[in-house]
């Protein structure tokens, strides 16, 4: 039976249906989901009437898991088995956990990404964040009543390889289609852009529960231009936090507590830091698990000294980022603040002082990221014109390979615009040599061992010559969501390597494919069903856009390629109702190639008219 | 004059309808720059097939690539060469001139005792007399590509700037050295 499409009020269905998609803010602390409705961004609440989503996942014995408020509620409780801030761990080794002792979970060191031992089982990150998603998506498809057609999710700036496709992992886990993955300060400055209709050079500062980001944009006539940016993923509101609970402990003469003590007074800490928000001092009062009584009266001032140096840790790459765009302080138009940590008055404080100027507020830091997001999800889904504005961004960090005596060689500089690609030839340095090893590294220093390693791969095959003589090109490519591709093709004889970079912190495809296997059966059944929607709902808009393209440029072709076309069309048509997925992804495929040389031909259209237009106002000024 | 059919291969001056030239309009640049992302960048084919979406990404990486390389002077003035058919060998043809050699190697000490001194004045002191080595070097280099159409000694000064180019590289790194 074909299912039935629901538009927007107001909007007709035909031709251009209005397509399902959400913007999600998957946070350190809270997560989001926001769309937008009669043309308005509105951020999607739960039964409860809750926006925020406390990024929370608890395992049960039984194996089933609870994800949010009720989740949260148990944390001092059962602290071993619900996992807060489970992000700082999202593409990341053990060794790259600096607090690893102070947290009361059961760490794996797993090869790549570090594990979770729970009641429920050995737990990834990207599953325990596949959780929180599945609640977005499921408190989205309710809300909108239909099924998703994908979903802009937000990233750190400053998240490197591993974690931004720890990330995209996570949402794929989770059933959602990933139309992009947007970086955090870039989908605040739209939600702000297209609010305050602003020209000139914006700073988006951006201090959530555990990252920080700077991005420095520049803005006009439609086009967000990311200049720079910098920060540090590991450092945040929970650094806060922790600040106070060991001023607690050296306070109250307290020393190794048990993990519930532990997350209990973190609890307390995180309250007590919110209390400063917008009191002098706050008290703090616990009881132990051991009937200890912890009260203590912290205030203001003792809270801003203590937390100054995390301060400076935020200013330091503020600094780096206007050198990196060669701006001065005085040439940025306005400052963005993001992400609940910059209510506290000490951030706020510092950066007017930073920047010489009081920073904008008036989104709620919250909300913007999330709001921005659904934007752009709007536009990426298909449901804007598409020639609103234009998004130019960037990677965060250098990306190269190693090279003799343990050094990186850079191929792609950071703040390269993306997407982007760079090549650079090697040879080798023995006579004979077969294989080369190409070892793959993101990050600024020069060693190699200072540098996060992305994959090792090896090129083989390469035909005897003398040493020095073998052309060896390895090219970067990075796309649109910044996450890298690398080959390699040693050029005299044509042989050929290359990787998707996902080896060393990523999952492949076998591994989703069976925790989407552990999952039980009725969730098997769902998944099915889900996977036939995803791929109809794909088949639809294939032929909608063919059918469009058809219409406007059919003149393009010749009859028999549009006949080729209308062929595979009706193919597609065929089983598009049917229940066979395998038949429709045939068919999608099928209809994909036949079209191939047509999509060439327009693109290279708009091209050629994206430039005439030039030549003729070119020709009339003259 | 006729634009033709755009493709991924023609020459990044032809990309951007641009005369084959090292001094350059970089206010076009940037504006067309522009509106041919507006028309090929990965954001606006999301929603449109796999072939589409390839499509979108090599040109809008095309785009990128060939926007970089005219902004930037170095990169536009060893691609120009490259377009005359001369190899800028800036990795083999190590015969610099002996004063030149003599400069950057007084620039390295200013660097390292600035390094060692931790003093930012230095530093700043340091990348305004390199800023300006390199404008000086790059109105050489207009000179010789546009004016004189001398390719060998534009290929000399291509190589003088990248070597300028490393030491205001190495610059930044000190600056952020002493930031830490």
């Known amino acids: 039976m074909a299912l039935l499409q629901i538009s927007e009020p107001g909007l007709s269905a035909a031709p251009h249906q209005h397509r399902l998609a959400v913007g999600i803010d998957l946070g350190t602390t809270n997560s989001l989901v926001a769309t937008v409705r009669n043309g308005i961004s509105v951020v999607l609440n739960d039964d409860a009437g809750a926006a925020l989503l406390p990024s929370v996942v608890r395992y049960l014995a039984d194996g089933s898991v609870v994800a949010g408020e009720a989740a949260q509620a148990e944390q001092s409780t059962d602290p071993q088995n619900t996992i807060v801030s489970v992000k700082r761990f ?39 964040s596949a959780e929180i998603l599945k609640v977005l998506r499921d408190r989205a498809e ?23 496709q720890a990330t995209k992992d996570a949402a794929r886990l989770a059933g959602i289609n990933v139309l992009r993955l ?16 602003s020209e000139g050079v914006y700073a988006v500062y951006d201090l959530g529960g555990g990252t920080f980001d700077i991005s420095i944009l520049k803005l006009s006539r439609g086009v967000f231009e990311v200049l720079a940016t910098n920060g540090d993923s590991a450092l945040g509101g929970d650094d806060f936090d922790q ?19 532990t997350r209990l007074l973190l609890t307390h800490a995180r309250a007590a830091k919110e209390q400063l928000t917008d009191n002098a001092q706050t008290q703090i009062t616990a009881v132990l698990g051991g009937g200890e009584l912890v009260n203590v009266t912290l205030t203001r001032d003792e809270f801003d000294a203590m937390t100054q140096n995390l301060l400076a840790r935020t200013l330091q790459p503020t600094r ?23 209510r506290m008055p000490q951030v706020q404080r510092a950066v007017a002082e930073f920047f010489n100027q009081t920073p904008l507020t008036n989104l709620d830091p919250d909300k913007v990221v999330a709001l921005g997001a659904a934007i752009q999800a709007n536009v990426l889904a298909g449901n ?26 850079k191929i792609m500089p950071r703040n390269s615009t993306i997407p982007s690609a760079r090549a650079q030839e090697f040879t080798t340095y023995k006579d004979g040599q077969a294989a080369m090893s190409i070892h793959v590294l993101q990050g600024e220093r020069e060693l190699v061992s200072d540098c996060r390693s992305l994959a090792k791969f090896e090129l083989r095959g390469i035909p005897p010559m003398v040493a020095g003589s073998a052309r060896i090109r390895v090219t970067f490519q990075v796309d649109a969501d910044g996450l890298l591709s690398v080959s390699a093709r040693e050029t005299n004889s044509g042989v050929e390597a290359a990787v998707t970079v996902k080896p060393a912190y990523g999952l492949q495809d076998d591994d989703i494919t069976r925790m989407l296997q552990d999952a039980n059966q009725h969730a098997r059944d769902d998944m099915l069903a889900r996977a036939l929607r995803e791929q109809q709902t794909e088949a639809r808009q294939l032929l909608e856009a063919v059918d469009n393209a058809l219409a406007q440029d059919g003149t393009l072709l010749d009859e028999a390629s549009r006949q080729r076309i209308r062929a595979s069309m009706d193919g597609l048509r065929a089983v598009v109702d049917g229940g066979d997925h395998n038949a429709i992804k045939r068919g999608i495929e099928a209809l994909n190639q036949a079209t191939v040389s047509f999509a060439q031909k327009r693109m290279d259209q708009s091209v050629s008219r994206a430039l005439k237009g030039h030549k003729m106002s070119e020709l009339e000024k003259n | 004059m006729n634009v033709g059919s755009a493709d991924l291969q023609q020459d990044f001056y032809a990309l951007f309808s641009l005369p084959r030239s090292f001094q350059l309009d970089s206010a076009a640049l940037d504006s067309r720059y522009r ?18 979406r390839r499509l979108s990404v090599q040109w809008a990486t095309r785009v990128n690539e060939a926007y970089q390389t005219l902004r930037s002077p170095l990169a536009r003035g060893r691609y120009l060469l490259s377009l005359h058919g001369v190899d800028t060998q800036e990795e083999t043809n190590t015969a610099m001139p002996v004063d030149f050699l003599m400069q950057q190697m007084e620039l390295r000490e200013a660097l390292e005792e600035a390094r060692q001194s931790k003093e930012m004045a230095a530093l700043d002191e340091l990348e305004a007399r390199v800023k300006q080595m390199i404008g ?7 000179l010789a590509l546009d004016e004189q159409r001398d390719d060998a000694a534009a290929a000399g000064i291509v190589r003088k700037l990248k070597f300028m180019e490393k030491i205001a590289e190495e610059i930044g790194a000190a600056f952020d050295e002493l930031d830490s």
């Open chain 1, 182 to 197: 947007l970086n955090e300060p870039t989908a605040a400055a739209i939600a702000y852009g297209l609010d305050n209709a």
């Open chain 2, 35 to 52: 509106e041919l992302q507006n028309q090929v960048h990965p954001d606006k084919f999301a929603h449109l097939s796999d072939t589409e």
């Open chain 1, 384 to 409: 804007r014109g598409g020639d609103d504005w234009l998004l130019l961004d960037v990677i965060p960090l250098s990306l190269g390979i190693e090279t003799m005596g343990g050094l990186v060689e």
């Open chain 1, 320 to 342: 780096r980022a206007l050198r990196d765009a060669k701006l001065s302080v005085d040439e940025v138009k306005g400052v963005v603040m993001v992400g609940g940590s910059t």
């Open chain 1, 90 to 128: 999202m593409g990341r080794g053990l060794k790259d956990i600096g607090d690893a002792v102070d947290l009361p979970y059961r760490f794996v060191d797993a090869p790549g990404m570090v594990q979770l031992r729970t009641v429920a089982g050995v737990k990834s990150p990207v599953e325990v």
């Open chain 1, 243 to 261: 600040r106070i609970y060991c001023w607690i402990l050296e306070k109250s003469g307290l020393s190794q507590l048990g993990v519930n003590d």
């Open chain 2, 136 to 142: 000086a070097l790059q109105q050489q280099l207009a």
């Open chain 1, 142 to 164: 309710r809300s909108l009543g239909g099924a998703l057609v994908g979903a802009v999710i937000t990233v750190p700036a400053y998240f490197d390889d591993a974690q931004r």
